[in-house]
């Protein structure tokens, strides 16, 4: 059994940061690449940012380059976001998988429940 639990979100006013961390735990083997994706109501879910099992490389949706940071240690994931706007508002997803492709969501195996973020205007 392999848990991701989300945590960090909240409401905040546009411009403003969060931080938003996960954290995997029960039988996971190393190795496995980790994401973030989010879902606003009435749309599909959408790729944000990935990191490879070392650390070494990240990926990002263009949309939030140069405002959102992933990173993680050990089996912890983090993503720091700056400058949110209002359309950033959504449900943050973590997921945990060993295929690549990190953009692609068929490649985790694991996610998360999700925490929420609202970004007011």
């Known amino acids: 059994q392999v848990q991701l639990v989300e945590s960090g979100g909240g409401l905040v006013q546009a411009g403003g940061s969060l931080r938003l961390s996960c954290a995997a735990s029960g039988r996971i083997s190393g190795g496995y690449n980790m994401g973030w994706f989010r879902q606003a109501p009435g749309k599909e879910r959408e790729f944000v940012a990935a990191?490879?099992?070392?650390?070494?490389n990240t990926y990002y949706a263009d949309s939030v380059k140069g405002r959102f940071t992933i990173s993680r240690a050990r089996n912890t994931l983090y993503l720091r976001m700056n400058s949110l706007k209002p359309e950033a508002t959504s449900l943050y997803y973590c997921?945990?998988?060993?295929?690549?492709?990190?953009?692609?969501?068929?490649?985790?195996?694991?996610w998360g429940q999700g925490t929420q973020v609202t970004v007011s205007s």
């Open positions: 990191i490879t099992w070392s650390g070494s």
């Open positions: 997921a945990a998988g060993w295929v690549a492709g990190p953009s692609n969501s068929a490649a985790y195996n694991y």
